[in-house]
C-alpha cells in the first residue's frame, strides 16, 4: 500500500523493456508504477484511475503518436500538468493544449526523468481540485 503523497504513477510505453525500466525508476520514488503497453489501455487507466503523475511515450501503439495527448486532454484534462512525455521526435504541445509537466527526448538520463517525476507529482490531481 502507498503512503499518502506517495501513489500511482502511469507508465506508458509500448517497449515492454523501456516500461519495465520506467516501472523500476518509479518504485525507487516510493511510487507505485501502473504498466500501459498502449494508447488505449493508457486512457482507459487515466479515465478509471487516479495517478499523481504519468510518463507516456509520444509513440504508443494501436495510435499515430501523437493522439494520445489530445484525447487525454479532451477526457481527464486536469491531468496534463502531471504528464512526463518521452519521444524521439522533436515535438511540442499543440497551443491549444495545456502545457505537459516535461517533455524529454530519448535517450535521456534517468536522473532527468526522476526529476521531472518528482516535479509533476509534488501536487496530485486530486489535490488540484480533481473531484473524480
Known amino acids: 500500500m502507498s503512503s499518502p503523497g506517495h501513489g500511482d504513477v502511469l507508465v506508458a510505453d509500448g517497449d515492454p523493456a523501456i516500461r519495465s525500466l520506467l516501472s523500476v525508476l518509479v518504485k525507487r520514488m516510493s511510487r507505485r508504477a501502473v504498466p500501459a503497453p498502449d494508447c488505449a489501455t493508457?486512457?482507459?487507466?487515466?479515465e478509471t484511475h487516479e495517478f499523481d503523475g504519468a510518463v507516456i511515450d509520444l509513440r504508443l501503439p494501436s495510435d499515430d503518436g501523437t493522439e494520445v495527448l489530445p484525447a487525454l486532454a479532451a477526457r481527464v484534462p486536469e491531468m496534463?500538468?502531471?504528464v512526463v512525455v518521452i519521444t524521439t521526435a522533436k515535438w511540442r504541445p499543440d497551443g491549444d493544449l495545456k502545457p505537459v509537466a516535461a517533455v524529454l527526448?530519448?535517450?535521456?538520463a534517468l536522473d532527468e526523468l526522476t526529476e521531472a517525476l518528482e516535479s509533476c507529482c509534488?501536487?496530485?490531481?486530486s489535490s488540484a481540485g480533481d473531484s473524480r
Do not use: S
Not at 42 to 46: H, K, M, T, V, Y
Not at 105 to 108: D, L, V
Not at 122 to 125: A, G, I, Y
Open 42 to 46: 493508457a486512457l482507459q487507466l487515466l
Open 80 to 82: 496534463l500538468p502531471h
Open 105 to 108: 527526448r530519448k535517450p535521456f
Open 122 to 125: 509534488r501536487e496530485t490531481p
